[in-house]
C-alpha cells in the first residue's frame, strides 16, 4: 500500500557540479567587479618551481610604470612569492589557503573587498604551485596563463591535457635552461598544439626577459 503523502524522497546531488556551478556564479561576479573598475585580471598557474613569481616579478618590471599594478599570492602557508614582488613597488595581497590547493573565485572575492580597487588597474594572481585543480576553477580573470618549465621534463602537457585546454595563452618558462638540459622545446610545443592548435606559446625567459615583450603585446598592455 502506498500512500503519496508519506512516499520518501532521495534528493540526488552531483556534488561536483554544485561546487562548480557555486564557483562559476562567484567567477561572474568577480569578472563583473573586474570590469566596472576597469582592471585587467591575469591568472597565472603551473606547478611549484616552474618560475610563477620570477614572471610576475619581471611583468611589473616591465609595466609598473605604465599601470598601478596588484598582486594576489595564492600560497598554502608562505608570503615568500608576495614578499618578492612586493619587492618591485607593487603591492601584494596574500592568500593563504591552508590546506586548500587552489584559489577559487570567492577566495578572490573575499580579498577583492579587502582593498580599494580604484587603485589599480592591473592584477596579476599567482595561484597554488599545482597544475591539476587551479585551471578547473575560473576566478573570473581575463587571461588564464599556464606556465611550463623546461626544467620540469618533456611530459608536462601530455600529462595535463585538460588544464592546457582550459588555458588561454602558454608560457614555456626558463628557455636559458634549454641548451644545459638539451631539452627538445619543439617536442613539448607539439605536445601543445596536439591539446590545442590554436594556443598561443611562449617562449619565455622570466631571468633574462626574453619573450616578455612578446607576451606582454600579447595580453595586449
Ligand atoms: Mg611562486
Ligand atoms: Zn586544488
Redesign the pocket.
Known sequence: MTNPENESKTVNIDIRKDLFGANENAAALNAEIFKKHGIVAVDIMGS?GTG??QLIESLCEHLRGKYRILMF?G?LATT??ADRVASHGVDTIQINTGTACHLDARMIRVALQKVNLADYQLVFI?NV?NLICPAGYSLGVDKKVVVVSVTEGPYMVRKHPLTIKHADMIIINKIDLVDALEFDVDALEADIREVDAKMPVFRVSSKTGEGIDKFVEALNL
Open positions: 611549484v610563477k613569481t599570492a600560497d615568500i612569492d599567482e604551485g
